[in-house]
């Protein structure tokens, strides 16, 4: 009985025979994607609450980490069979789990997956139309909801179950060989702008701010009504509009108004996000 890490290792030599022979058949198309669930500098990955919603990818702690998968477009030139052959886990990364979309963006339709695969470092090969598709990876048991319901028009969009576990003495690393040797071409780029960020929140404090700044400001412009109404009145005494700056009060408050923009543009960022 073969143990896990021997399992892999015969999978990988399978693999690497089927990849010599992709590549020695002629009008090969090969290359390989990889890179860390846990870094932040990679453009692939977005993350998962559980709640059927994909959103920005997290960072900090391992529970955050185990949720985050990396996704990315692949769009078909030529017709062709399209291998997937997994390496990540024998060079140290955690168990894959690998899902296959047809379309584009957050509304590609669930293909398939290495779920029903027993080794843990997969060879999976699909027979692809030329068009658009979506593949990710992530850590196993951080499984897509579009596995989960079959029959309910599974989309990428549908997000991932945030069940995911990195498992004892391994690391967030992924590694990913796609090739054809029958005729098929593809690009593959990462799957930026798949989601929307959130729109920043002003804080309590910058509200209230803004409201001082108003109020003040509001003040301000009704001593100055009043002043202009006492000129045209004959009882008060002449005054003279020297073109002089507003009174402090109203600059005052123009400040604060300035000052409550000013914080809202910044943009603190969305309240309670984590990174």
Known sequence: M?????????????????????????NASATTVSGYLDDSTNTALVGSDGDQDL????????????????VYELTVSNAGTVSFVSSGYLHGGAEPYFTLFQGSGTGATFLGSNLSDFNIDFSLPYSLNAGSYMFAIGVWM??????????ADPTLGDGFTALGDLGRLRSYYYELDIASADGGVFTINPATGIITPPQ?????????????????????RRQRRYVRECRGNYACEPVVDTGAPPPVAERGSRMLLLTGLAFMG??????GSIN
């Open 55 to 70: 959103q920005a990818a997290r960072f900090g702690d391992d529970g955050k980490i185990a949720r985050n998968v990396a």
């Open 200 to 220: 920043p929140v002003p804080e309590p404090s910058t509200w209230l701010l803004m409201g001082f700044g108003l109020l003040a400001l509001g003040v301000a």
């Open 266 to 271: 910044a943009g603190a960022g969305p309240r």
């Open 2 to 26: 073969m143990n896990d890490k021997q399992m892999s290792r015969a999978t990988l030599r399978i693999a690497a025979l089927t990849w010599g022979l992709f590549l020695c058949a002629g």
């Open 142 to 151: 951080n499984m897509s909801f579009a596995e989960n319901n079959p029959d």
